[in-house]
């Protein structure tokens, strides 16, 4: 979601904009080292916390809510004593979850790190995003700011940035550590095609900067021609996350490819598109694709595939850290919806793609792009060896990134791209099962209170000796849309799968 200025309001905008970005080169000496595993910050360092998700889907507000918790991970930095946190949400979060997660911090008492976090909400139920809330209420804005002791030593932290985040950095004063919405157009279905082809990173056959019908015809047309043997490609809005704006659509069976009548089949087919979104239907994708714009690509299919993920961080001096690999689990009619993911990717595949990701994160480093972001890809076994193609940048925090420093925040360990291994501080490694979609109507059951028993009581609580066990996140929809989302860790894959299902069985039989 974007809004629209007049040139001379982008310009004065973006003017104190970058004026506040440059006070990150001398933040990031505490901004580095408020991961675990760094030396303690000594300084007072304010984290203002806007988990908004300021994207084009609806959602109720028991979701929204939900997604919005889904980063208090970020709690796990009070562990820091000079740490100081402003967790932003649309409504008041239940004083049970936050205990919850204050008691898992190693090495700090739950009343000191309450009194360095500081909850502020609008009290909207609406399923507008957060960041609109904030921006259209001046006095709880003056709130805000008025809790950064230090305007000097603070910096934003967005779910995602969009100009609406920009705004809500520049009203409080402080910098947004993440990328410039500037760069939104790197994040889009089109542009990261461009970029792929730029930087020589292999991805699908396809086409960007659809606007159209007409568009998507022609280049379904061009695509036969180069590809004759293209069976299944697969539409994406520009836009679209976690699957939603896919659609695929089947090539079997038309005109050869440049006959007469090959544009009137291929018009006609259009109307066969199969939607990963349930309630879509063929008018609004088409009127979305028409004002967003949109790709067509190939849908890369093999009897052994695939669907890995690289995150990397950009800092604010320009250098590119290669974070994680993934392989994403995923759902939906043709498996293109995140469900959640195992860490760290296989190791026969993840330096590959992670060699990819590099060029593409050294990319950005030169566009100067900063903050943590994510590239999908698709891996699928071809004779004797693993093919990889890259498939989209999420140019924001995303699925993984929440797993992921669960564990880094626990554990103040490090990820080797070279080996595709996670080590803690004490050299053990460390692996993961996570997911956001665990769900069913019985779950309703169960009230945030009595998951945290069922974790307890079962020994399934996060282990700081053994650095193993469950931490569960968008703890709040349980009663309402029986969902929750959990990080299983473990000694490896195997028992990392042991836990994550132990405590599935532990769920289902307390409401059967």
């Known amino acids: 979601m974007q809004i629209e200025y007049d040139k001379k309001e982008q ?68 562990r820091q004593p000079h740490v100081r946190i402003i967790y932003l949400t649309s409504a008041p979060i239940q004083q049970e979850i936050i205990d919850y997660y204050l008691d898992i911090l190693p090495s700090v008492t739950i009343t000191n790190a309450r009194k360095r976090l500081i909850q502020i909400s609008p009290h909207d139920l609406s399923n507008r995003p957060l960041v609109t809330k904030l921006l ?66 292999q991805h699908p056959q396809g086409a960007e900067n659809i606007f159209s019908k007409d568009d998507l015809v022609q280049a379904l047309s061009e695509m036969r021609a180069q590809k004759p043997e293209v069976e299944k490609v697969i539409v994406k809005h520009n836009d679209g996350v976690s699957g939603y704006g896919n659609a695929t659509l089947d090539l079997a069976d038309l005109p050869a490819p440049k006959s007469a009548d090959e544009k009137t089949a291929l ?51 320009g250098d590119v850290e290669l974070l994680s690999t993934h392989d994403q689990i995923l759902g939906g009619p043709s498996g293109q919806v995140y469900m959640g993911a195992r860490f760290p990717a296989n190791p026969e595949y993840g330096p590959m793609i992670t060699r990819e990701a590099e060029k593409v994160g050294k990319r950005f480093a030169k566009e100067g792009v900063v903050g943590r972001f994510a ?108 969902k929750l989302g959990l990080t299983a860790i473990g000694d490896s894959p195997e028992h990392a799968q042991d836990i994550y299902q132990k405590f599935v069985d532990v769920l289902e039989k307390a409401v059967s």
């Not at 919005?68 to 796990?76: G, N, P, S």
């Open 11 to 78: 310009v004065a905008l973006y003017e104190k904009f970058d004026a506040l970005q440059k006070k990150l080169v001398p933040l990031w000496e505490q901004i580095g080292r408020s991961d675990p595993g760094g030396s303690f910050i000594e300084d007072e360092n304010t984290m203002v916390v806007l988990p908004s998700l300021t994207v084009d889907l609806e959602f109720d507000f028991a979701a929204q809510q939900a997604y919005e918790e889904r980063m208090l991970f970020m709690l796990f930095l009070l």
């Open 136 to 201: 259209e209420r001046p006095k709880l804005m003056e709130e805000i700011r008025n809790a950064i002791p230090n305007l000097e030593m603070a910096h934003l932290v967005p779910f995602l940035t969009t100009d609406l985040e920009r705004d809500f950095a520049v009203q409080l004063g402080i910098p947004m550590y993440a990328a410039n919405p500037r760069f939104f157009a790197f994040g889009t279905k089109s542009g990261c095609r461009q970029i792929f082809a730029e930087e020589g990173v």
């Open 267 to 317: 018009a006609e087919r259009l109307k066969e598109l199969q939607f990963e979104l349930a309630d879509v239907n063929y008018d609004w994708y088409i009127e979305e694709l028409e004002s967003k714009g949109g790709i067509v690509e190939e849908l890369i299919d093999g009897d052994i595939i695939f669907s890995p993920s690289v995150q990397l961080r950009i800092s604010p001096l």
């Open 375 to 482: 590239l999908d890809f698709i891996v699928l076994r071809s004779r004797w060896r693993w093919e990889q193609y890259a498939i989209e940048v999420n140019l924001r925090k995303g699925g993984t990134t929440h797993p992921y420093l669960v564990l880094h925040f626990l554990t103040g360990g490090k990820f080797d791209a070279d080996l595709g291994v996670y080590k803690t501080l004490q050299g053990h490694p460390k692996y993961y099962v996570a997911t956001d979609a665990l769900k069913s109507e019985a779950f309703k059951k169960l009230t945030p209170k009595q998951l945290f028993d069922l974790v307890s009581a079962h020994r399934l609580h996060f282990d700081h000796t053994r650095h193993t066990g469950i931490v569960l996140h968008m703890i709040s929809s349980v009663s309402t849309l029986g």
